[in-house]
Every structure is written in structure tokens, then in C-alpha cells.
């Protein structure tokens, strides 16, 4: 499973980056207009500091604009995935772009509808915003069942993304039902490799050898 977080907080990206096993950083117009930067500006940092990839979404109107965005935010990023909103035109552009080999994600998705209609236009990723539907009283585990269960029978290679998730047992949910990858605001990234017993059980580890040296050196 790929595991990204969703952010354009540099520090936070400097913190995570450490951990070698993040495959990449998405954004979102939201995400991005917390920087109060020019998100070029931005996207070439987050570039710099990243070795997965680093996914952007457009905001032009028009598929011909869409991808002529995507192409100038994609001259500078390595890795680039390119995010597009849900819509006639987002997947007339990601049909264009998944021709040309660049990878694209179809955001915004809130139906098994949806996400056959993406995996026809060829995204290389698929996000059903899960926890924005199970704040309404639906459930978003159940739309992420669904489509995983379709993309397989249908052999789609479409990834499901598990986006929009709001605690760490959200990121067990989605492996257990399937999807490919998660994003994941840092707090609950940082929460991931945490556990009050596994304190527990290395300082005990580090007293009872720290006592075996002391043992030794007075032997
Ligand atoms: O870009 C997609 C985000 O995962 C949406 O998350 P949010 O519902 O917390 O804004």
C-alpha cells in the first residue's frame, strides 16, 4: 500500500520525509492557499525535499487548460500526479493526459459511478473522499468496498486512494478493505508508528541491558 501525506507544510514534509517508506505528498488548492506562497514556489520545495512523488491539482476550467496547467506544474516536479476535480472536463483531461503516460488522480469522488467513469478515462489513482461521507451519515468504507470490488471484477488498474481520512484506524480500514493507497493529514502520519506499549516495552529493554553492562563492568 502507498502511504502520502497531504500537506504543503514544508516542516512537516521535513519531518515525514525521514521516514523512508512515504511514497510522496499531495496537495489541494485548500492545502496549498494555507502557504500564503505562490504554489510553484511551493511545489518546487516540496520537490526538492521529496523522493516519492508529489501530486498537484489543477484548477483551470477547461479540459485544454487543465492539461496545459498540468504540463507547466509538471516541468517542475520529478514524480508529478496530477489531480483533477470530478467533472466532464476533468475527465476529457485525464484522458489526454493518461495517453501521454502522465500519471492522474480523479479527486472529488463520492460514488461508485464515479469511479468506473475515472478508471474508463484512464486515472492512474482514484480518491473517494471517505471521512467527508461519514461526517453526512453515509458510509465512506462502504463506497471504498464497492469500488474496489468493481475495479477488480472490471480489471481496471485504477489504484482507489483512500483520501479525506481522520485517524489512524481510517488507514487499517483501507488496507483491509483493499485500497491501493492512503493520504493522510502529518498528525495522523506521526500517530501511525506510535504505540504506549512498545514505550513501555523498550525502555524496559534498554534498563535490563543498560544493568547487564553495569553487571559486566563491575565483574
Ligand atoms: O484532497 C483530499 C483530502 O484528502 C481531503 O481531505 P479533507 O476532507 O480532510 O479536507
Known sequence: MEIFIDTADIKE??????????????????????QKLPPREVLVEINSLVRGKV?????????????????EMISVINRPVIKLPMGVEALNACHILSKEGI?????????????ILAAKAGASYVSPY?????????????????IVSVYEK???????????????YD????????????????????????????DIGRTQFDNDWQGLQD???NM
Do not use: C
Open 215 to 217: 553487571h559486566l563492568k
Open 130 to 146: 471517505v471521512g467527508r461521507i461519514n461526517d453526512t451519515g453515509w458510509s465512506g468504507y462502504q463506497l471504498i468496498r464497492e
Open 55 to 71: 501530486w498537484y491539482q489543477v484548477t483551470s476550467e477547461k479540459a485544454g487548460d487543465m492539461v496545459d496547467e498540468a504540463k
Open 13 to 34: 514534509i521535513k519531518s515525514a520525509s525521514q521516514l523512508s517508506i512515504l511514497d510522496g505528498v499531495t496537495t489541494n488548492p485548500t492545502i496549498l492557499s494555507k
Open 171 to 198: 488507514i487499517v480500514e483501507m488496507a483491509m478493505l483493499g485500497a491501493k493507497a492512503v493520504t493522510m493529514p502529518y498528525k495522523i502520519f506521526s500517530e501511525l508508528i506510535r504505540h504506549p506499549m512498545t
Open 103 to 115: 500519471e492522474t488522480n480523479m479527486t472529488l469522488v463520492f460514488s461508485v459511478s464515479q469511479a
Open 154 to 168: 472490471q480489471q481496471f488498474n485504477t489504484k482507489v486512494i483512500g483520501a479525506s481520512l481522520r485517524g489512524s
